[in-house]
């Protein structure tokens, strides 16, 4: 996945980097960096934006999910 992956599922999703944030349990200025292409996006940053496009998971669990 690339930062230009991330930045059109979350564009395709309308979601904000604050939601990304939420839903991977990082800061909005570390979904920023993978944006960039500063930092890698994580493994499981990638099963999860996979999970949720093939709807294997929800967005609405996931939420759940976060503390």
Same mark, same amino acid.
């Given at each position: =996945?690339?930062?230009?992956?991330?930045?059109?599922? #979350?564009?395709?999703?309308?979601?904000? #980097?604050?939601? =990304?944030?939420?839903?991977?349990?990082?800061?909005?200025? =570390?979904?920023?960096?993978?944006?960039?292409?500063?930092?890698? #996006?994580?493994?499981?940053?990638? #099963?999860?934006?996979?999970?949720?496009?093939?709807?294997?998971?929800?967005?609405?669990?996931?939420?759940?999910?976060?503390?």
């Amino acid at each position: =996945m690339t930062p230009d992956n991330l930045r059109s599922f #979350i564009n395709d999703n309308h979601l904000t #980097i604050a939601d =990304m944030g939420l839903i991977t349990g990082k800061s909005d200025r =570390m979904v920023q960096l993978w944006l960039s292409g500063d930092y890698p #996006i994580p493994l499981l940053v990638k #099963i999860l934006v996979k999970a949720l496009t093939e709807k294997k998971l929800t967005f609405e669990w996931v939420v759940a999910q976060t503390p």
